[in-house]
């Protein structure tokens, strides 16, 4: 069985979690936009073995304004602060800009990302999202002894052509050092979303000394089509037997306007052949969910688990407040999965979450853990500041899973606001996320409650 690192692995090197009787959230760290800190982390975090927490800041003030790379390094003593250092700023030319998505991590502690734009090609198809680029797949490479600073390399720069271009999906790296991803256009020419410029890729860059990166493109998937699937926003999926796993935001059932998404599978190709593509779920809008913006994850069992943005039947939000749901893998020789919705978010003045961007993460007996960008009723206006929930599942087979929100955001205060990314879970069962907006209300950046955002821990 080959090893995949996700960027959900559980966490080595945590102080162990103190007994309480409720949930907790804290805050541990809060961007200020000063000097070489970023701000906005519309991305979650990973973790390497020491505890030291990465990600990725979408933007910033002056020299950062094009985003940076950080590292939280964990207190010496509990109690303590957590330390900041940024990595790497973007310049928005050959090396990037305004990284949307998390980190991965493999096991020598490398760390590699994507960047929405930049990466210095002006193609057309390009020059139609940004004057910087279609974006880059890089790489930071940990400092030798004796040394100081990261490595920064660039591993891919997108072209907006048959290579793909428009980078906001999180990467995974396999055991053998390849790195997957998927691009918002290009491959193939074609309509989708409004704009002519392709429906987007799946790649693989593979290890090879013959390149002056060290790695060579492999393009594994090349959308046809609206129908066949555009959007592809979250981290991919990889079984045991190489067959990769994803979600399209658009696509399949056009009961939406461009479709309302599908969850796809790729298998590995045979000698000679090519990846074979098969939808094994396309949503339908309304009380069935539509549009999902994260990937799926599985259990031991390969039942696969992810959120929507909308859909649920709520009229609490425009097209609904979003779902979790599963897909349970069909018995043997047959095809056809089967899908549940496990819970539709009702938003404010529910108190419930709303809109959920980030996909779960599965912790002990099953239960899942995410984060809504919206609802709780902490304020930001009709739909909330956000949540913390966790989805239990039923004793008994058939009833319905439990909601707990473990923690609701609140405007005007250092607590954080509007979480996007996907929590990290720690071997000892603590919460890691980072939130776009709130923390320093001295920070100038504007989600409608201030703050620069911030990285924080629940306990649940």
């Known amino acids: 069985m080959r090893r995949i690192y996700f960027l959900t692995a559980a966490l080595a090197g945590f102080l162990p979690l103190a007994s309480h009787a409720a949930p907790q959230e804290s805050v541990l760290y809060s961007f200020t936009g000063v000097g070489r800190v970023g701000v906005s982390p519309f991305a979650g975090v990973v973790a390497d073995a020491n505890g030291a927490l990465y990600g990725t800041t979408v933007s910033g003030y ?188 658009s696509g399949g059932d056009q009961s939406c306007p461009n479709g309302c998404g599908t969850v796809y599978k790729l298998t590995p190709p045979a000698k000679g052949t090519l990846w074979q593509k098969t939808d094994i779920h396309d949503f339908s809008g309304g009380i069935w969910a539509s549009h999902p913006e994260s990937g799926v994850v599985a259990d031991a069992n390969g039942t696969l688990y992810g959120t929507t943005y909308d859909g649920g039947g709520s009229v609490n939000c425009f097209g609904g407040c979003g779902t979790v749901y599963q897909l349970v893998p069909p018995p043997a020789g047959q095809t056809l999965w089967a899908f549940d919705v496990l819970y539709a978010f009702q938003g404010n003045p529910a108190g419930d979450g709303a809109q959920a961007y980030g996909n779960v993460v599965i912790g002990t007996g099953g239960t899942l853990y995410g984060t809504t960008n919206e609802g709780g009723g902490g304020g930001c206006g009709t739909y909330g500041c956000g949540t913390v929930f966790a989805l239990t599942p039923p004793s008994i087979v058939g009833a319905p899973w439990r909601e707990t929100i473990l923690h609701t955001f609140i405007q005007f205060t250092t607590d954080g606001l509007s979480p996007q990314g996907q929590l990290l879970i720690s071997a000892s069962g603590a919460l890691y996320g980072a939130t776009r907006g709130g923390g320093d209300l001295a920070c100038p950046q504007d989600h409608g409650g201030g703050g620069c955002g911030t990285v924080f821990q629940v306990i649940p």
């Open 62 to 249: 002056g020299t950062t304004k094009w985003g940076t790379v950080f590292q939280l390094v964990p207190p010496a003593i509990p109690g303590g602060s957590w330390s900041e250092e940024t990595l790497h700023i973007f310049r928005n030319g050959e090396d990037g800009g305004s990284p949307e998505a998390a980190l991965a991590i493999d096991a020598a502690g490398n760390l590699y990302g994507t960047t929405y734009e930049g990466g210095g090609s002006h193609t057309p198809a390009c020059l139609a999202i940004s004057s910087a680029g279609c974006g880059t797949v890089f790489k930071l490479t940990p400092p030798r002894a004796g040394q100081n600073s990261w490595t920064y390399t660039v591993l891919h720069r997108f072209t907006g052509g048959s290579d793909g271009g428009g980078l906001n999906g999180p990467l995974i790296v396999d055991g053998s050092g390849n790195v997957y991803g998927t691009t918002l256009f290009g491959g193939l020419p074609g309509l989708c979303e409004g704009l002519d410029l392709g429906c987007g890729t799946i790649f693989r860059l593979v290890p090879s000394g013959d390149c002056p990166t060290g790695y060579r493109l492999e393009t594994v998937y090349r959308f046809k089509s609206q129908i066949d699937g555009s959007g592809s926003l979250g981290p991919l999926y990889i079984d045991a037997d190489g067959a990769i796993y994803g979600t399209d935001y």
